[in-house]
Nanobody
Framework: QVQLVESGGGAVQTGGSLTLSCRASRTFSGNYVFAWYRQAPGSQRELVADITLSGHMYYADFAKGRFTITSDNRATSLQMTNLTPEDTAIYYC???????????WGQGTQVTVSS
């Protein structure tokens, strides 16, 4: 069973920055995609950004220009800048492979942005 361990959440003020990290219990190759999702209270989980192991990235509109996703074959990071209270949520790391139908999730890390 693959485990994803997240770190880096916390509390910051508006305009601050945080970097989230996620490390898998083993290395991967092929058609795997690392992703970050978030879920705010009372809201559905939404995709923030994802990145293929070959480096192709996708960002949600709210993340463009503020968040940067990176990865290697075992870990991913999400650098977040210019944070606002609307970014307050639990952030989840995800690793998926659509061809193999595998989907792994981290435990989530809380990000709180105060005004």
């Amino acid at each position: 069973q693959v485990q994803l361990v997240e770190s880096g959440g916390g509390a910051v003020q508006t305009g601050g920055s945080l970097t989230l990290s996620c490390r898998a219990s083993r290395t991967f190759s092929g058609n795997y995609v690392f992703a970050w999702y978030r879920q705010a209270p009372g809201s559905q989980r939404e995709l923030v950004a994802d990145i293929t192991l070959s480096g192709h990235m996708y960002y949600a509109d709210f993340a463009k220009g503020r968040f940067t996703i990176t990865s290697d074959n075992r870990a991913t990071s999400l650098q977040m800048t210019n944070l606002t209270p609307e970014d307050t949520a639990i952030y989840y790391c995800n690793l998926r492979n659509a061809i193999l139908s595998t989907d792994y999730w981290g435990q989530g890390t809380q990000v709180t942005v105060s005004s």
